[in-house]
């Protein structure tokens, strides 16, 4: 069986049109790609464009020689890895210890042998092969590795965040169940109670939910169809129904949303928390502004507008962080509304947003892009 002919680039550098000559004609003729440089200034000059695989460089050349031409190649981080092979008289002396101290990999002498030649080569675009496949494997390891770490990271955050979050509602389970058994509570504070039990079962149910969500998301594999945004955000509507009306707060809605793609139920769980948030955080009473606008790369950014106290730059900086509070304030939340928006909007192939300029009663402006389906339907 024949060998495989080596496939790759050689760039020729020497001063002798006769050397250049056959060795061109032979390794064409083997199936290689070649370049010629009659000198050093020419060869540096030639690979600022051309990315040779191998450089068959002579040592004695006039102006720049070849040691010296070695030198600056190995300067640079783009041709530092390309292997030199000097071309060497067998009666001119040479320190090839010098050579490959500076980075040649081999050497040939002259008389040039071609079958010697092209043996040498095509070991070492074999070895160069080798090696880049090899870099290849190691940078996809090191991102792996990253990526383990950064679960590892979230891993441990998830942990604190379930242990501390789902502490306070099942000390409220346990407390009010404890005290419905006891025979001088009253039947309204039993009933208190129970009202309580359920309340805490549905906030440990609604953290679990979310927890649940945010792991599928990093999983799942979805197919992007046409969204109908606003029946989207009256099912947000319906879901918020309670806190809208306990908060007295102030609805605006656009009277048409463009069409944009992406799945129906991570974009209600999207808007569900943007909203929850704009009126946790929000002015008293709440006002509340939905919008879109198309965006010239062919996006749609979506946005939620409140007038609360605003946010500084560095609350800003911070808040998709998972595991992260909006604020220390008192009101109720456990850091993973945000984390899970970022989530989902990444892996629906947009973006998520917040702008404030921090000042009291100007508000915020939470934001996700999604992409254009179309125009929207009358």
Known sequence: MNPEPPQGTILIVDDHPTNIGLLLDYLSDSGLKVLVAQDGYGALELVEYASPDIILLDVMMPGLDGFETCRRLKQKPVTHDIPVIFMTALSETVDKVTGFKIGAVDYITKPIQHEEVLARITAHLTIRSLQQNLEAKNHLLAAEIAERQKLIEELDAFAHTVAHDLKNPLSCVIA???????????????????????????????????????????????????????????????????????????????????????????????????????????????????????????????????????????????????????????????????????????????????????????????????????????
């Open 176 to 378: 009010h169940t404890e005290a419905m058994e006891e025979p001088w509570i009253t039947a309204e504070e039993s009933q208190k109670a129970r009202q309580a039990v359920l309340a805490g079962g549905y906030k440990m149910k609604s953290i679990i939910e979310s927890l649940l969500l945010l792991a599928r998301t990093r999983q799942a594999e979805v197919e992007l169809y046409p969204l109908d945004m606003a029946h989207i955000v009256n099912q947000v509507r319906q879901r918020l129904a309670v806190t809208l009306a306990e908060s007295q707060a102030q609805l605006s809605l656009p009277e048409r949303w463009p069409l944009a793609l992406g799945h129906e139920l991570w974009i209600e769980e999207v808007w569900a928390n943007y909203m929850e948030n704009a009126v946790k955080y929000g002015g008293q009473p709440p006002r509340l502004e939905l919008g879109a606008e198309p965006q010239p790369d062919g996006m749609i950014r979506f946005w939620i507008s409140d007038n609360g106290p605003g946010l500084s730059p560095e609350a800003q900086a911070r808040l998709f962080t998972p595991f992260t509070k909006l604020s220390q304030a008192s009101a109720p939340g456990y850091g993973l509304g945000l984390s899970i928006v970022r989530r989902i909007i990444e892996k629906l192939g947009g973006q998520v947003g917040v702008a404030s300029d921090g000042l009291p009663g100007h508000g915020s402006v939470f934001s996700f892009t999604l992409p254009a389906a179309g125009e929207p339907p009358q």
